[in-house]
DNA sequence: GTAGAACCTGAACTAAGGTTGAGATCAAGC
DNA sequence: GCTTGATCTCAACCTTAGTTCAGGTTCTAC
């Protein structure tokens, strides 16, 4: 018998929940506190976890690998019917929408990667032409007008370079 | 002449340089503080900025979008002889090296995507045996012996489900 | 029955990247 | 000369994801 603590360890102590889901005892109150993951107490007022939190917990971690925060998170779980844990059919659902979410940031994040190689030798940065710098500031949005031809800045701030 | 503020607009008001830049004044008010930015001040104590700040937000504005923090721009920046405004050539490296900061990132994500994949039929999360869950959790290396064999978790959580 | 490890709570602190507000000053147009 | 908008500083606050600390309790082992 390993423990006396829980007989059969049926259940798990917050040390041994941190210890087996490699997250740190004050992050796993964290998450209690959030309402990510839930416990019973003892008589003596000491968390104790089932079994399925360390599932629970690796959700989480994977949640966040994915870039979810955890309100998300917490919304997900909290959305699941009874007793928040979820089971295999859950996470078929939980895991596609994640991925997705992936998907779309990698998707981002290679745009922005082709538009490095692009403007590696050209280097103007410029607000106004500049493919890398450009995409969130909507042309012409902010004022009457083709700024482009208006204001001619181009790429034309590089007489800095001997 | 559009602006009787600075003559021929040779210098842009920290409001110029928002509108122009897509930063609201506070930020720039911020990366001023931190040091990415530099400015002169008029006899009123009003700053103003050289045409090339624009450059330099911009330059800023491409580091976050590819996840550099912004003490990481600052230290580049106060790298860079005289000016601290990046010309062609610093923007050549600097881009380089942020390119290739873009492929390691994406390829994490990518190798999590892929993760993702081979689990969404699977969905045991075993802290264990789960490739998804367990690239942090070097095996072996928190306690004695082969823990996959030991403790046999295994995917073995699953009678949740109906 | 006592030492020491593990646990409890609540509050304060951290880091990054800013935002918001108060109260004062500056600049531009009529 | 006055109003209005832009700007100034400084301090406080925000969010996310926790950590740290103090002071007190509980558990386990010898």
């Given at each position: 018998?390993?423990?006396?603590?829980?007989?059969?360890?049926?259940?798990?102590?917050?040390?041994?929940?941190?210890?087996?889901?490699g997250v740190t005892v004050s992050a796993l109150h964290f998450y209690e506190r959030q309402g990510l993951i839930t416990s019973r107490r003892t008589s003596g007022?000491?968390?104790?976890?089932?079994?399925?939190?360390?599932?629970?917990?690796?959700?989480?971690?994977?949640?966040?690998?994915?870039?979810?925060?955890?309100?998300?998170?917490?919304?997900?779980?909290?959305?699941?019917?009874?007793?928040?844990?979820?089971?295999?059919?859950?996470?078929?659902?939980?895991?596609?929408?994640?991925?997705?979410?992936?998907?779309?940031?990698?998707?981002?994040?290679?745009?922005?990667?082709?538009?490095?190689?692009?403007?590696?030798?050209?280097?103007?940065?410029?607000?106004?032409?500049?493919?890398?710098?450009?995409?969130?500031?909507?042309?012409?949005?902010?004022?009457?007008?083709?700024?482009?031809?208006?204001?001619?800045?181009?790429?034309?701030?590089?007489?800095?370079?001997?």
């Amino acid at each position: 018998m390993p423990g006396t603590r829980n007989e059969i360890a049926l259940e798990l102590t917050v040390g041994q929940l941190a210890e087996r889901s490699g997250v740190t005892v004050s992050a796993l109150h964290f998450y209690e506190r959030q309402g990510l993951i839930t416990s019973r107490r003892t008589s003596g007022n000491q968390r104790r976890y089932a079994r399925s939190a360390l599932r629970t917990v690796a959700l989480i971690r994977v949640a966040q690998r994915a870039g979810i925060p955890l309100a998300e998170v917490g919304e997900v779980l909290a959305a699941l019917p009874d007793r928040r844990v979820p089971n295999r059919r859950d996470w078929e659902r939980l895991s596609r929408r994640w991925q997705a979410d992936l998907d779309r940031r990698i998707a981002e994040l290679l745009d922005l990667r082709d538009k490095f190689g692009d403007c590696i030798g050209c280097g103007c940065l410029s607000i106004d032409l500049c493919r890398l710098v450009n995409p969130w500031d909507e042309l012409g949005v902010r004022g009457p007008g083709p700024r482009r031809l208006i204001d001619g800045e181009a790429c034309a701030d590089e007489r800095d370079d001997g």
